[in-house]
């Protein structure tokens, strides 16, 4: 715990014109510290800028004002460094399993040397079988594991997870959540994962950060101090439970209507 | 007790519909076998009218030594190559027969083509009887089905040759079009700069059909053959192009993201993320290249080639030898069928991700 901190984010401003014209401040004066092998959950009602942190931490996007460092340089690409988990939807449909997870290593150049490693990934994530099937022949929960088993074949120093189980059903869910602590355990890679499911951020983080819409900023950051595996039913989980879904409501009375007729 | 016992009988009742399902799609042996040979009846049909139908009409019947292959001398007249051709189309059909009967599915699609088989043998018969027998068909334009079989009795390796040149004017005129298309396609998907300097003269230039340039082809290319190079590669350049660049151009910003945050830089973005993703449109502009380059390369054989199955046609046309300008047009079905067969096998192969997600 004592582990220094690996990624900075100081003072970030992100504004965006939205297509009705209007200026939209997606993040306004965030900062947030994540140490070395930490698990950090984003968390806030749709709109509140937790994507738009994200991409810019994964370098997709650049902040108008303020910085996001790594290990002491400053982000300003997209790294395999950086690994990035998007939501459903996001294998290459020409490759199989197989080949979406070796495409790092074929993109990175390196893929004649680390060959083996597709076949431990795929062992690792359990789709031994399916290797030679294409996205749209395995289930959703599968397709979600071979994404994260692409973004780590390339050893990065974080994960940075954009709610990667948001379609899923709650069993494979669940199920996919212990995969991911497992992987978590196995490297301790820094995990930063964007959610809107409170249990999920409870089950899964050291901490907690809770953002509030318009402009986005971070309201608040807990502590998870509960040991692993953690029981959804203990009396502890449900009481954070309800504190974070009171801070999202108090968060949210300011909130407009998100679609209008 | 009741609620189980009804579930139970539901349960029968679906299974014993399920088996009279199955049973209604199981094609039995006694019936692929009457089907299969009402298939060939009208072939067989055909043999016998050209067999024993009489020869009312004066026609001379003559007798050509065909070497086949190059090394089987033969003597052969046309009813006696026509005979052959009807027998080989019975064994080809009875082979497939054969191949049928292993596997339901494939004798259904067998018994599903029995009548249109029967129909085909029954209209060459008639065919023979109008067009050889009585010559009741005006000639020499319609001449009968054993009458088309005299051009390749006659001079088979001089239709080789023309069939071997269009071959070539096709292969070269159309893999290059095809080649450049995808490459200028990707240029403008790629490029904001080409896509407004290149895609408007390609909209406009586009749909001017390729023998338009045929004047200026001829005079601008030392010979004939690249000339009608050069027009079958901008008619199959054009839907190729505008294909391609569509789908490179269509590529979900994701994928893209997602082969960046893996350290992809550009040529794997253009090689393997925007082409793979374009593949579809790719081959839909590559099958409607292939239909204008069939076109364009008829004609351009008509117009000014010195070989060719068009120069064939024409040629024949000339000399009223109109049973000649059949049998090029049936080469033509047969070779051109083929070509799109062949490219429809590598688009199958090529595209085998989708299977599954389209239809």
């Known amino acids: 715990m004592s582990e220094p901190a690996l990624i900075e984010i100081r003072n970030v401003f992100r504004n965006y014109i939205d297509t009705y014209d209007n200026k939209v401040e997606a993040l306004s004066d965030v900062s947030l510290s994540v140490r070395k092998g930490e698990f950090v959950s984003i968390i806030g009602s749709s709109g509140c800028g937790k994507t738009t942190l994200l991409r810019l931490l994964a370098g997709l996007d650049v902040p108008n004002f303020g910085s996001l460092t790594i290990d002491g340089h400053e982000i300003k690409n997209p790294d395999p460094e950086r690994g990035y988990v998007f939501q459903q939807g996001s294998l290459f449909p020409w490759l199989t399993v197989e080949k979406n997870i070796a495409a790092g290593l074929k993109a990175r150049g390196v893929y004649k040397k680390q060959k083996a490693d597709v076949a431990k990934y795929i062992d690792l994530i359990g789709l031994n079988g399916f290797e030679k099937s294409y996205p749209h022949q395995i289930s959703g929960g599968m397709a979600q594991r071979v994404a994260i088993a692409r973004a780590l074949i390339n050893r990065p120093t974080a994960l940075l997870l954009d709610e990667p189980m948001g379609a899923l059903d709650s069993f494979t869910r669940a199920d996919l959540q212990d995969k991911l602590l497992e992987l978590w355990k196995r490297d301790r890679t820094t995990m930063v994962l964007v959610t809107h499911d409170v249990d999920e951020a409870i089950y899964l983080s050291d901490r907690i950060v809770i953002m509030t819409p318009r402009p986005g900023k971070i309201s608040e950051i807990l502590e998870v101090k509960l040991p692993r595996p953690r029981d959804r039913a203990d009396a502890e989980f449900n009481m954070l439970r309800s504190k974070i879904l009171e801070k999202l409501h108090l968060a949210s009375t300011k909130q407009v209507p998100e679609y209008q007729i | ?359």
């Not at chain 2, 909209?203 to 190079?229: D, E, K, N, Q, S």
């Not at chain 2, 960046?260 to 794997?268: D, E, H, M, V």
Request: a positive charge; one cysteine or more.
């Open chain 2, 1 to 359: 007790m009741d609620i189980k016992l009804s579930t139970a009988t539901g349960n029968m009742l679906s299974k014993e519909k399920e088996r009279q399902h199955l049973a209604k799609n199981i094609v039995s042996d006694k019936k692929f076998l009457l089907r299969a040979l009402f298939s060939i009846t009208g072939l067989i049909a055909a043999i016998f009218v050209n067999h024993f139908f009489p020869q009312i009409a004066d026609v001379k019947i003559k007798t050509y030594n065909v070497n086949l292959l190059g090394l089987f001398p033969v003597k052969l007249n046309i009813t006696k190559a026509y005979s052959i051709v009807l027998i080989t189309i019975i064994l080809i059909y009875a082979g497939i027969g054969i191949y049928s009967w292993f596997d339901n599915d494939r004798r259904k699609k067998y018994i599903n083509r029995a009548p249109f088989r029967f129909a085909c043998g029954i209209a060459l018969s008639v065919w023979d009887i109008l067009g050889t027998k009585t010559l009741l068909l005006p000639q020499p334009f319609f001449p009968g089905p054993s009458r088309i079989l005299e051009a390749p009795l006659m001079e088979g390796g001089y239709i080789f040759e023309n069939i071997l040149y269009s071959l070539r004017l096709f292969t070269a005129g159309f893999v290059s079009g095809v080649v450049l298309g995808i490459v200028t396609g990707v240029l403008i998907g790629w490029f904001p700069k080409v896509y407004y300097w290149v895609s408007p003269v390609l909209r406009i230039t586009g749909v001017i059909p390729a023998v338009a340039w045929m004047p200026f082809a001829l005079t601008l290319f030392p010979t004939p053959f690249l000339a009608a190079v050069f027009l079958i590669v901008i008619c199959a350049w054009f839907p190729v192009a505008f294909l391609t660049a569509q789908g490179i151009s269509g590529t979900q910003k994701v994928y893209y993201e997602v082969a960046k945050t893996l350290g992809a830089r550009t040529p794997y973005l253009v090689f393997r993320v925007a082409i793979p993703n374009a593949l579809p449109q790719i081959f839909t502009g590559i099958s409607t290249a292939n239909a204008f380059a069939f076109t364009t390369l008829v004609i351009s054989e008509m117009m000014g080639q010195p070989g060719g199955l068009g120069y064939y046609i024409n040629a024949s046309r000339v000399w009223s030898a109109y049973y000649k300008v059949f049998a090029a047009i049936i080469i033509m079905a047969i070779l051109f069928s083929l070509i799109m067969l062949a490219i429809g096998a590598i688009q199958n192969w090529m595209l085998r991700w989708q299977r599954g997600i389209v239809k």
